[in-house]
């Protein structure tokens, strides 16, 4: 109990600490300097990422990370354990990357803002009208450069198990014609989830596979994409862990 309350004090007092960093990044914003505004939003949320995972007393070993395409944006495509899995994706895949995220995130501010700089995106699953809106804009962000990451599941399995990917859901990267690169999270629903929801130490493994072209797929083949990237997810979870 004492470490899930000293990573909560911690959270929000760093939170408050790295407000000269936003401030910078408001201005750089406002001042149109993309490419330094990027670097700076990407080297805060990284290093904010693996502070937290740390302090949770989480390891993470990744592999695969040869995988990812050194140029141009991809769309990385995640099961969902657990609370933690955005800042381990976020803190130990070097990517610059933003997440199409839930929408009640809109509802912590700072949080809200910093994922903003990033160009996260804020999905109501319940809203089919809204969703498409997301997905569109989504898109766009990836047609301009910047990765994004997405769980197809909708929604953290708390375990081990790999849940069915919501029908559509890689449809943003068809849209954007950008590859797909499958990334199979495992261990990361033990830090919380496993404990009703005090944070313990665990060991976290990230297997990043080969991307996935977009361009020149058949229909049939854009229509067995979500399934074809879950069956490589589904193996990554089935391997010893490193």
């Known amino acids: 109990m004492l470490r899930t ?50 302090l949770a007393g989480v390891t993470v070993v990744t592999t695969g990370a040869e995988n990812i395409p050194p140029e141009g ?14 800042p381990i994706l976020l803190g130990y895949i070097d990517k ?3 997440f199409i995220a839930k929408i009640e995130l809109l509802k912590l501010p700072l949080i809200r803002t910093w994922m903003t700089h990033l160009k996260c995106v804020f999905m109501d699953r319940t ?12 898109a766009d962000h990836l047609k301009e450069g910047y990765s994004m ?11 081990k198990t790999l849940g069915e990917f919501k029908p559509g859901s ?9 590859p797909i690169v499958p990334v199979a999270i495992e261990g990361s629903y033990k830090i919380m989830e496993q ?18 072209p977009t361009t020149g797929l058949t229909k049939e083949q854009a229509t067995d994409l979500p399934e074809r990237v879950r069956k490589i997810i589904e193996q990554g979870l089935s391997l010893p862990c490193k």
Request: net charge positive; aromatic share 8%.
């Open 5 to 54: 309350i000293l990573w909560f004090i911690y959270f929000g007092v760093h939170l408050v600490a790295i407000q000269p960093s936003l401030i910078k990044v408001n201005r750089l914003a406002e001042q149109g300097k993309t490419t330094e505004h990027d670097q700076l939003t990407d080297q805060t949320a990284k290093k904010w990422a693996r502070s937290l995972v740390k």
């Open 170 to 178: 890689l449809k943003l990267a068809l849209k954007a014609g950008v």
């Open 149 to 159: 990451v997405i769980f197809p599941e909708g929604t953290r399995s708390k375990s």
């Open 73 to 86: 944006s991809v769309l990385f495509v995640s099961n969902h354990q657990g609370n933690f899995d955005i």
């Open 195 to 212: 404990n009703g929801f005090k944070i313990k130490p665990a060991h976290v493994t990230i297997t990043i596979f080969d991307p996935i």
């Open 96 to 98: 610059p990357k933003a």
């Open 127 to 138: 809203d089919i009208r809204q969703s498409l809106k997301v997905i569109n804009q989504a």
